[in-house]
């Protein structure tokens, strides 16, 4: 158990829907950042929020936002879902000292969405 | 920019028999090397991590690493298969000093042949 939780395991939607995405990280860890696997596309890093601000942006679709709340935990809200969102989303977290990654990515289990 | 190349999506080998999984890396600064495993349908788990300390690394599990500069490689390595072992693997990168994501390789599927 990696410590952190993520919410709902698994979502079955259909295309132009919008779902949320939870994720609280580790006790302790400022840092979360939001990744989609894909058959495809493999591993894709979307964001990373520190602290409640947004730290980095991969590749995110605009389609796509996130935030991170003042208890630490995290969104993921997709919007206007299309067929090729189907994907597992991983929210990970770690600890950083001044803002700075010192170690690894602790992840949690994923949400599985699908989009029919 | 950071990048992982990881040669061969999928590998077998024999239950007993080493395993060598391959990782690439390209980064403007020395970076720091990532080993994650993932099985089926759970999330990704950290196997060992190089942070510029010793260039051989040991992990969980039985694994190792060795960062070798010259070659831009961070392999993974374990003397002896296990069937528990099946799994993908992922190598990533990061720069360290700076606040961002890992970037990960296309990953290694690995089967045990019993």
């Known amino acids: 158990d990696s410590g952190v939780t993520q919410t709902p395991k698994h979502l079955i939607t259909a295309t132009g829907q919008r779902v949320t995405l939870r994720c609280s990280p580790r006790?302790?860890?400022?840092?979360v950042y939001w990744y989609q696997q894909s058959l495809d596309q493999g591993l894709q890093f979307l964001i990373q929020?520190?602290?409640?601000?947004?730290?980095a942006k991969g590749n995110i679709l605009e389609r796509f936002s996130a935030q991170q709340f003042p208890d630490l935990h995290s969104e993921l809200n997709l919007s206007s879902l299309e067929l090729g969102d189907s994907a597992l989303y991983f929210c990970?977290?770690?600890?950083?000292?001044?803002?700075?990654?010192?170690?690894?990515?602790?992840f949690g289990e994923g949400s599985r969405l699908t989009v029919l | 920019a950071q990048s992982v190349t990881q040669l061969g999506s999928h590998v077998s080998v024999s239950e007993g028999a080493l395993v060598l999984l391959r990782c690439n890396y390209s980064?403007?600064?020395?970076?720091?090397l990532f080993w994650y495993v993932q099985y089926p349908n759970h999330g990704l788990q950290l196997l060992l991590k190089?942070?510029?300390?010793?260039?051989l690394v040991k992990g969980i599990n039985g694994f190792e690493a060795e960062f070798k500069k010259s070659e831009t490689s961070f392999h993974l390595t374990k003397p002896s298969a296990h069937m528990s072992d099946a799994a993908e693997y992922f190598c990533?990168?990061?720069?360290?000093?700076?606040?961002?994501?890992?970037?990960f390789g296309t990953g290694t599927r690995l089967t045990i042949i019993p």
């Open positions: 929020y520190y602290n409640g601000e947004e730290r």
């Open positions: 980064s403007s600064v020395p970076p720091y």
């Open positions: 990970a977290s770690s600890v950083q000292h001044r803002g700075m990654l010192v170690g690894e990515l602790f």
């Open positions: 190089y942070t510029s300390a010793a260039t």
């Open positions: 006790s302790g860890d400022l840092s």
């Open positions: 990533a990168v990061s720069e360290p000093g700076g606040n961002e994501k890992l970037t």
